[in-house]
């Protein structure tokens, strides 16, 4: 081969080659950025749009649906569901995952911009959604000593800014907070005494509070800027402001001040979430990390910074990270990197076992830094990061870039041990092989040709699996046909003495060759019972898949799980803090917790009735429980509480899809929320009977008390009082209105004005407001309104402008995810009537996606190797005989996964794409081989195949082997990450195995039943 002779003959040009993959692979390592899923652009926006009181109803039919009628039409559109609730509607956006999402963000603001709106509302806020954007760290700010309002304005001034200025970090927010506002807290009595209402308060701070743009004044010599200070600038200014009219009316010379009926405060928007941080109440900061930035790396500044922020704050206000997701992020990575390199060090333990001596084991060795580090250089180039699926990819490639060295160097020294000098041998052993070198790593890339074409999610997290395995591949040959042969002719030695364990290796090599050429001979003197006990064994092992449990991906034991709380409907903020105190203690209790996080009425306020909590672990070493077990027993545990329900949730899926989702999520559409709601409690009914599920719930929250005030027209009429000014008079006294905006240290603030607290408590402080008429006089609600209690929903949920109510569970102790998603789809299709239809949603539609597009890349993977094979054997039976290996790679993971109990999942099936690229390799070694024999000596088929098994044996045991010895490390693995490395490695070891004893039969016996078919014999 020109290629490997002028390596040899050249070997300082080869040795550079080889120190150039060395530095700029170390290079490239330095600068690549580290995650723990690959950095994906997920196309999801998020439109939001808040209208305070308004209940969801009328925000469905008013502002969601006008919306979604514009949006729909965007371009790429995969899926819009809308999720209402009292004041505040929100519409996830999901565009196909090639969409350009900023395109498409502009398109969507364009649509919004043609939407007519009701008068009143904000405008709509547009933001991209990532699962890559969740916060990478959550810090608790508490203080026993001060109030929210003073940690709010310390976070503010001191501490959000310096977080956001450091490098990396893309998004600082402060979560489960209120924002500053001026409050204006207005007397219903002192209003009554005054014969005033709320609305001329709300005139005298729009007339008396003003300022605007007043221009400039200029003369030949000076310009000087023009304004009029129209705005109150402290608190008393603010409450000295007079209220000169009365009904629109004036009162001359009024002395009545905003201090006479109101209380006014520098305080905070209405009390709707609150965060408490190990028991305390206090306020939650989250880091977002930016786009490619090193997560670990973000996370190390964070924490410095904050330990430098400590020492500037007061003594008495506690700082503190609270959940830390680059911890794991962090060990599992290092765990993987140890594992990489633990790998190679068993696989060198192999290659000398069988080589015998350390000149040849080196350099084989040698071949597995130039591969892995030059990969990081591909890495780099392509954008990637150091990820759980590159990382993987270079874990598992570690036995498969020294197969060609080991192939081409096992032949070199075979001729070696002919007598013939090194650097002939050098030259002439790779001749002979460096064909079924480049056929075997070419097949092995080809396999991952089909995942460029996957789509969706997991597709693009595939591709980078592919490319990085290929570059390794691609690198390990370069390396096979240049340095390899170089390196020998350079470093091989005949060895005079041999370690024992060396010639014990030898000597059962060169027993099981004996046996084996024995038992080869027997085999094809039977060629059609061994085809047919082997077709046997593959027909029995595919019946294990009825055995194996099928899921998404495992759970995984991150030290890290969420708990969320449901006090009954209707119930209020503080209730609901109360049950939360409960959990606090139990969680304070168990000596597993380390710490944890809470927010109380979501993220974004108006859930008063739900709890979100993140709960961080002891080390797995410091703990008895496993975080699975723990898990089971804070289930259990927490239903003993009254009052409240938990439903317990596993971070360790995202990243996975466009956003957090369970195993177990499906959706029921139709037209009537009476109907949905009806049926969605006939199919949980249904579901929890089955056992396969646990925390099953739904989105939809009925039995929300609302409070009804029905005008009675007539009396209104008769009394002059307008359905404008009862609306206003009600919306401001009640539920509070925004007046105006207040400056303060530089920023401004929202005034907001609102009856006092203890003047809104229940349906009676509604009949006692008084309503002005068009005569200027005052007419009590009770007059010309009904005021009633009536059930409602909370939350309302709509998915392609269609109505939806989501149901969503976890899995039984020990179920299948397959499994459980089948049994819902029939009970769905069997309960819901017609009108209303199934849909799959979250993970349950990932798990469909990812299991459809692996088996298409399957497929198609081995009509491309076909392809591949036939082009370099110029035949179309020789490939149909390599690709024989493939049906027992199955068997023997499905074997392997069986025996262990792990379960068929997104890592166990990167392992059999895997095992499709790598164990054609022994098939391959055997036809060419054969091919040869029959080519330059003349053999017949029988004979030719007996010596090329003979022959062969040997470097296909030594690949095999040290491709089996680089997935023992992660097989065996315990620490951070393992649950996702056990199942791949398990397949690869499994498969690898079965497929190399049977590759050794069955291929020499249908290769010598097909030979007749042939056209004409091989030719080299």
């Not at 916060?135 to 608790?140: A, M, N, Q, S």
């Not at 390196?487 to 290796?505: D, F, K, N, W, Y």
């Not at 303060?744 to 006092?756: A, C, E, N, P, T």
Request: a neutral charge; proline letters at 4%; charged letters at 20%.
């Amino acid at each position: 081969m020109k290629l490997s002779d002028q390596a040899i003959r050249r070997p300082v040009f080869a040795w550079m080659i080889f120190f150039a993959l060395i530095v700029f692979g170390a290079v490239s390592l330095g600068r690549l950025g580290v995650s723990y899923m690959p950095d994906i652009d997920f196309p999801v926006l998020s439109v939001t749009v808040n209208w305070e009181g308004v209940p969801p109803e009328y925000m469905e039919s008013e502002v969601v649906d006008r919306l979604e009628r514009t949006i729909i039409a965007v371009e790429g559109l995969k899926e819009m569901s809308s999720s209402v609730r009292q004041g505040t509607a929100t519409i996830n956006l999901e565009f196909q995952i090639d969409r350009n999402i900023d395109a498409a963000l502009q398109e969507v603001q364009s649509a919004i911009s043609r939407v007519r709106l009701p008068t009143g509302i904000d405008p709509p806020t547009i933001r991209k959604s990532n699962p890559d954007d969740s916060p990478i760290l959550w810090i608790g700010l508490s203080s026993k000593t001060r109030s929210v309002r003073d940690l709010y304005v310390i976070a503010d001034q001191s501490i959000l800014d310096r977080l956001q200025l450091l490098e990396g970090v893309g998004e600082v927010f402060a979560g489960g907070t209120m924002d500053r506002n001026l409050r204006i807290w207005i007397d219903l009595n002192r209003l009554k005494k005054y014969e005033l209402t709320i609305v001329d308060v709300l005139d005298a701070i729009a007339n008396e509070h003003s300022e605007g743009a007043s221009g400039y004044l200029e003369n030949p010599e000076f310009e000087k800027n023009l304004r009029v200070l129209g705005e109150a600038s402290t608190v008393k200014e603010i409450e000295d402001i007079r209220i000169t009219r009365r009904g629109g009316r004036p009162v001359y010379y009024s002395d009545i001040r905003i201090r006479d009926v109101a209380r006014v405060e520098d305080g905070l928007t209405d009390m709707r979430r609150i965060t408490r941080v190990n028991g305390i109440e206090g306020l939650s900061i989250g880091i977002r990390k930016q786009r490619g930035a090193n997560a670990v790396d973000v996370g190390k500044l964070a924490k410095a910074e904050i330990e430098e922020l400590k020492a500037d704050l007061p003594e008495d206000i506690d700082l503190r990270v609270n959940f830390d997701s680059t911890v794991f992020v962090e060990e599992a990575i290092d765990e993987t990197l140890f594992t990489l390199v633990l790998s190679g060090v068993l696989t060198s333990l192999v290659c000398w076992l069988f080589l015998g001596n350390w000149s040849s084991t080196l350099n084989v060795i040698l071949s597995i830094p130039s591969s892995i580090l030059g990969s990081f250089l591909i890495l780099y180039f392509m954008g990637f990061t150091l990820n759980l699926f590159t990382l993987l990819a270079l874990s598992l490639a570690i036995g498969i870039v020294v197969d060609d060295n080991i192939m081409i160097l096992e032949n070199i020294i075979r001729h070696f041990d002919m007598g013939k000098d090194r650097v002939k041998a050098a030259r002439e052993g790779t001749r002979e092989i460096a064909f079924a070198a480049i056929a075997s790593s070419v097949a092995v890339i080809a396999i991952f040709l089909p995942i460029a074409f996957m789509e969706g999610v997991i597709g693009r997290f595939f591709f980078q699996l592919g490319v990085t395995l290929s570059a390794a591949v691609a690198l390990s040959l370069l390396d096979a046909v240049t340095l390899t042969p170089m390196r020998a002719s350079q470093m091989l030695v005949r060895t005079t003495r041999e370690p024992r364990i060396v010639q014990g290796v030898r000597a059962i090599m060169e027993w099981l060759t004996t046996v084996y050429r024995w038992q080869l001979e027997f085999a094809l003197r039977r060629p059609l019972l061994i085809l047919a006990g082997s077709a046997a064994v593959f027909g029995l092992s595919l019946s294990l898949v009825f055995f194996i449990r099928t899921e998404f991906v495992p759970p995984q034991d991150q030290s890290q799980f969420g708990i969320q709380l449901q006090a009954p409907v209707g119930s209020s903020l503080a209730h609901t803090v109360t049950k939360f105190e409960e959990v606090e203690r139990y969680l304070q209790k168990r000596p597993e917790v380390e710490r944890f996080l809470g927010i109380a009425g979501g993220f974004q306020g108006g859930e008063s009735n739900r709890v979100m909590i993140f709960v961080t672990l002891k080390p797995r070493s410091d703990r008895d429980l496993s975080q699975q077990d723990f898990m089971v027993q804070v289930r259990k545990d927490l239903s003993a509480i009254k009052g409240v329900r938990a439903f317990l949730f596993d971070l360790s899926t995202r990243g996975l899809t466009a956003r957090r989702s369970q195993p177990v999520e499906f959706s029921i559409r139709g037209g009537e929320w009476s109907v949905l709601n009806d049926n969605a409690k006939k199919i949980i009914s249904k579901m929890e009977e089955t056992g396969l599920y646990r925390d099953i719930d739904t989105d939809y929250r009925e039995g929300m008390p609302e409070v009804r005030i029905i005008p009675d027209r007539k009396e209104a009429s008769l009394r002059g009082v307008s359905m404008q000014t009862l609306v206003q008079t009600v919306g401001a006294s009640l539920g509070g209105i925004r007046e105006g905006r207040f400056s303060s240290d530089g920023r401004r603030y929202d005034i907001r004005v609102r009856l006092k607290p203890d003047q809104w408590r229940s349906e009676a402080d509604v009949s006692k407001i008084a309503v002005r008429n068009v005569h200027g006089e005052l007419v009590p609600l009770s007059e010309v309104a009904e005021v009633i209690v009536a059930p409602t929903v909370q939350t309302l949920t709509r998915i392609d402008r269609q109505r939806s109510i989501q149901v969503t569970a976890n899995l039984g102790e020990g179920a299948s995810q397959g499994e459980a998603l089948s049994v819902t789809e029939r009970i769905a299709r069997e309960i819901l009537p017609h009108g209303y239809a199934y849909f799959q949603g979250g993970g349950s539609r990932s798990f469909d996606e990812a299991f459809l597009g692996i088996y298409t890349a399957l497929w198609m993977g081995v009509l491309v190797a076909y392809m591949v094979l036939g082009a370099q054997f110029n035949s179309f039976l020789h490939p149909l005989i390599v690709l024989l290996a493939l049906p027992f790679s199955v068997t023997g993971a499905f074997l392997a996964l069986f025996i262990t109990d792990n379960s068929l999942n997104l890592y166990s099936m990167i392992g059999l794409v895997l095992l499709m690229g790598i164990v054609k390799k022994n098939s391959i070694m055997l036809v060419e081989f054969t091919n040869e024999l029959r080519a330059k000596e003349g053999l017949d088929v029988g004979r030719a195949l007996i010596e090329a098994g003979t022959i062969r044996l040997r470097p296909i045991v030594m690949t095999s082997l040290s491709t089996i010895a680089a997935a023992i490390p992660p097989a065996l693995a315990i620490g951070p990450g393992a649950e996702s490395r056990i199942p791949l490695a398990l397949t690869v070891i499994g498969g690898l195995t079965v497929s190399t004893a049977f590759t050794l039969f069955v291929v020499p016996t249908a290769y010598k039943l097909l030979s007749r078919f042939e056209r004409r014999p091989p030719s080299f």
